[in-house]
């Protein structure tokens, strides 16, 4: 059982490239979302989506993009990235409801020069 | 918008005593979750323990056990003979009540744990 998969681990961008961060589950979690962990401000919202088809922002938003297209998958695109967004990235799923856990992968570090 | 605080940003506490890791939040809700979460070295978030907000009872698991103040808004973590692999980030989570918005986890800045010999 893979869990939550992450990839790229790590990745360098430049001022202005644009990629995407790719999460996968397989466990059939309805609720996903993306955070960032920067030094000393634990980690924040970047978007979330509770479903196939709908997403909404968190406390984070600026410069990037999410769909979910499929329960699976929910990718997150750096549209033109850049130094502010170096930082850690973290994927989360979860059912619904407050009592289940989120499971974590195991992030990707960003560096942009 | 609800705050997690955590005020110690980081604890040392030598091997096979107890540590206790505090953590503070605000909220108007009745019914909510809170959550430990490690992070060693490797990155991974890993959960520790869970308190759900209508249970009176504290929280245990091995040697991780909570205290739980609701009034208060307090949810403290306390492990028990610490060993060297407890040595991480301890991030306290809040999350929110279902519905009417995200569904996701409000963190702490996060408590450093050293472990001393």
């Known amino acids: 059982n893979a869990g939550v998969t992450q990839t790229p681990k790590f990745q360098v961008l430049k001022t202005g490239q644009s990629m995407t961060l790719q999460c996968a589950q397989d466990m059939n979690h309805e609720y996903m979302s993306w955070y960032r962990q920067d030094p000393g401000m634990g980690l924040r919202l970047i978007h979330y989506s509770v479903g196939a088809g709908i997403t909404d922002q968190g406390e984070v938003p600026n410069g990037y993009n999410v769909s979910r297209s499929t329960t699976e998958d929910f990718p997150l695109r750096l549209l033109s990235a850049a130094p502010s967004q170096t930082s850690v990235y973290f994927c989360a799923s979860t059912r619904q409801g407050r009592r289940s856990p989120l499971h974590f992968g195991n992030g990707t570090r960003l560096t942009v020069t | 918008a609800q705050t997690v605080t955590q005020s110690q940003p980081e604890m040392s506490v030598q091997e096979a005593e107890t540590v206790t890791l505090s953590c503070t939040y605000d909220?108007?809700?009745?019914?909510?979750?809170l959550f430990w979460y490690k992070q060693p070295p490797s990155r991974q978030m890993i959960l520790v323990i869970r308190?759900?907000?209508?249970?009176?009872q504290n929280a245990t698991e091995n040697r991780f056990s909570v205290n739980f103040q609701k009034a208060a808004k307090s949810f403290s973590l306390k492990i028990s003979d610490s060993q060297l692999g407890d040595a991480a980030m301890y991030f306290c989570?809040?999350?929110?009540?279902?519905?009417?918005?995200?569904?996701?986890?409000?963190f702490g800045k996060g408590t450093h744990l050293i472990i001393q010999p």
């Open positions: 989570a809040y999350r929110r009540p279902a519905g009417g918005g995200a569904d996701g986890l409000t």
């Open positions: 909220t108007s809700e009745s019914d909510y979750y």
């Open positions: 308190q759900e907000a209508y249970k009176q």
